[in-house]
């Protein structure tokens, strides 16, 4: 059984920091992508950041420049840094990965979520 756990949400005022984790447990292969979704109430879910396995990133413009996404491979880990966060920027962060869990087929993975409110 594969699981993605997010840590590192919380509270944080404008212009501050946060940094969010994702850690990939259980059995399979390998990881592909990772990514960070985000998702206010009455709204669709959308992209913060992406990573492949080689560390290509992407960004949508609204955090382009502020949001900074990495890996540890290692560790299976995904990290989201948030710097100069606006009011905007609240939402309950999803984290993604795209996981090998047999030779020939790979499954999409969530996390539960993380709250990150920014007050201003």
């Known amino acids: 059984q594969v699981q993605l756990v997010e840590s590192g949400g919380g509270l944080a005022q404008a212009g501050g920091s946060l940094r969010l984790s994702c850690v990939a447990s259980g059995s399979f292969f390998s990881i592909n992508a990772m990514g960070w979704y985000r998702q206010v109430p009455g709204k669709q879910r959308e992209l913060v950041a992406t990573?492949?396995?080689?560390?290509?990133?992407n960004y949508p413009d609204s955090v382009k420049g502020r949001f900074t996404i990495s890996r540890d491979n290692a560790k299976n880990t995904v990290y989201l840094q948030m710097n100069s966060l606006k009011p905007e920027d609240t939402a309950v962060y999803y984290c993604y990965a795209a996981i090998r869990t047999t030779l020939y087929s790979t499954k999409d993975y969530w996390g539960p979520g993380t709250q990150v409110t920014v007050s201003s």
């Open positions: 990573i492949t396995s080689i560390g290509l990133t």
